[in-house]
């Protein structure tokens, strides 16, 4: 009874001592509130954006945990090293035994195979647009549309004429440049064009031999995919979701583009362009005569003018002049000047061109280097170093839900697994026997490397020369491209369940019925695949997606240490001012003691000063964090960038704040001031009671 009258004693003190010292203890107070404010913003925030990009990466590539070969030179990264390149990770040579292994591990809902690697597909010119529609008017004998091409195409080489007769006067080696001159003025003059409607074979060949060669837009683009089980994937990412088209049917070969690399990176130059400035104008806030970067966007888009004028027939290039004229009555000269003078947008004409654009021009251009359900060649670069090659459909695009607009989220594409292990270089059986047969067929013999220079170039090598068939009349030529445009369902290969499983793999995904298990489950499989000695190893999201993945972890330390320097700095300016008020306090505490109060009750009272204002503060602070946390969970912060965009999981993070990250502030800012109370009591535990009789004499 007697220690908790002492207790109630000093509660009733260090409560009316609180309001005594108002000054001091507000500063302590509000010290103490914003430390409890930041670590309920700080330890919501960092866990919502955990939580956030663990839905992101799991439900879209990497799975839970990720498998691949032990052996691997490089450590695997999903989202790439540093320059999203495909690393070196091992193989894995039957995946069979991989997916039976891991499957028997209780909490493993899915395996799902996987091979990450990069590839190039090359696309037609406008100039090759135009050469085959006059190969396709030639061979039906349509002379009008044959007159409109050729004012099309002698319109595209006298641009080139002039941009290589500019080229000339900058080059030093002239030579190869004038043949090619030589060569675009011939397909400007009309005794090429009366030549060609004698001998159209031999006229299109020039025009695509010698001419579309010369255009520098002929360019090769780079593609980043993921060869994958398409049925298993499609059901075990939760995050994918179909835009156009339609899956890739079970058992054949196709292509799914992401949406994001299709409208970013294979659009329509100049339509890609006018998007991205009317989202800076209209959804940043920004202005084009205020913003450099925008006016050079502007200046980039005036030069692809090209873009537009070589992908228009005659009588929609006559079309569009006319509308231009009136749109643009001050403008002189023909379609490309017209065309340039419109590309040059400010604010005030913006909106008003753009939605010309939409209704004007854009029914009549490609806006995309291939349409869906479109036939492509892909080639890559097998791990022997030979070039490889396929041809692909592409039956939809897709996009990860909530990462639309995500850079990260949008740079894999998805091929079945079938045309990846093609392009990887993986020679099956069947394979092997074909290649056997063409051996025989040819005469070719394996020869050893000191006898090389006798059989090609000995008494024994004679080569008879084979004639080769050529296709030489247009109309094979169009049946060819339609046949393979359609897909003639006699040559579709088809593949099973087996066919996936019993063959290659780079790494595989890991999906877990309960993610709150991770930890268990990963040893659990390393038991697994050390008992069956598979020679592989397992990593978490956080690993397998290299650079990513470890923005987390040191967004925690950042913020971690952040906090630690502000307590540390909040101790010291505690600290300090508690001193001052003890010393401020001095007669108070020597009157104590002269009427009896012990060190102990003396240490005790400040003690319990602090912890009472500590308690209050922490209150405050954390509710008022929890408050504010509550508020940012209803409008979502939004991420500036796009690679936030892919931390967030979305275009805005809903942060989610709970009573027990304010419990953690508060008892860490009573502990926190506690400690900076050590000091300043022991203080006034030295303060002897002669301090109370001098201050009254």
Known sequence: MRGLARLRILFRMAWRNLFNHKAKNTVVGLLMAFGAFLVVVGTSTLASIESAMTRSVTGSVAGHLQVYSDQARDQLALFGGGFMGASDVGTLPDFSQVKTTLLAVDNVKAVVPMGIDVAEFYTQTELDHAIESLRKALDAEDDARVARMEHKIRSMATLMAEEFGNRRKIMRTKAEIDEQLAGIRRATEDAFWQELRRDPVAGVTFLDTKLAPLVDENEGYGMQYIGTDLDAFVKSFDRFELVQGTLVPSGQ????????????????????????????????????????????????????????TFQLEPEEAETLERDLKALLPEVKGNLDALVQAFLDVNDANFDAR??????????????????????????????????????????????????EESVLAGAHNLMDIMTFRDLYGVMTDEKRAELAEIKAEVGLADVKAENA????????????????????????????????????????????????????????????????????????????IGRAKLGLQV???????????????????????????????????????????????????????????????????????????????????????????????????????????????????????????????????????????????????????????????
């Open 453 to 528: 220079e006798d059989a090609l170039f000995g008494e024994a090598s004679d080569v008879a020369a084979t004639p080769v068939a050529t296709t030489s009349t247009f109309d094979e030529l169009a049946e060819l491209k339609k046949a393979a445009k359609q897909g003639d369902a006699a040559a579709v290969e088809r593949f099973t369940q087996d066919d996936i499983d019993h063959g290659l793999a780079l790494n595989v995904a890991v999906l877990l019925k309960d993610p709150s298990r991770l930890e268990e489950t990963w040893g659990a499989l390393y038991g697994a």
């Open 354 to 403: 753009y939605a010309f654009f939409q209704e004007k021009i854009v029914p009549h251009i490609e806006l995309y280097l291939f349409d869906i359900g479109d036939v492509i060649t892909i080639r890559s670069y097998t791990r022997s170093g030979y070039p490889k090659s396929v041809n692909l459909k592409v039956y939809g695009t897709f996009t990860f839900h909530g990462l």
């Open 539 to 697: 990593v978490d999201w956080r690993i397998a997606t290299g650079m990513v993945g470890q923005f987390v972890s040191l967004a925690g330390v950042v913020l971690y240490v952040a906090l630690i320097i502000i307590f540390i700095v909040a101790i010291f300016i505690m600290n300090n001012t508690m001193v001052m008020a003890t010393i401020e306090r001095a007669t108070e505490i020597g009157t104590m003691r002269a009427i009896g109060s012990r060190r102990l009750f003396i240490l005790g009272l400040f003690f319990c000063e602090t912890v009472i204002l500590g308690a209050v503060a922490g209150v405050v602070g954390g509710l008022a964090g929890y408050g504010f946390m509550a508020h940012l969970g209803n409008v979502g912060i939004p991420a500036p960038s796009d690679e936030l965009i892919f931390l967030f999981s979305g275009p805005r993070l809903f942060p989610t704040v709970d009573s027990g990250q304010v419990l953690v502030a508060l008892a860490l800012i009573v502990v926190i001031s506690v400690v900076a109370t050590l000091f300043p009591a022991w203080v006034a535990t030295r303060i002897q009671p002669i301090v109370a009789m001098q201050a009254k004499e």
């Open 253 to 308: 070969r196709g292509m799914l583009v992401n949406q994001h690399f299709y409208d970013n990176s294979l659009r329509n130059r100049v339509a890609r362009m006018f998007d991205r400035l009317r989202k800076q104008l209209h959804e940043k806030g920004k202005t084009l005569a205020g913003d450099p970067l925008l006016q050079n966007t502007v200046k980039r888009m005036v030069r692809q003018y090209r873009r537009i």
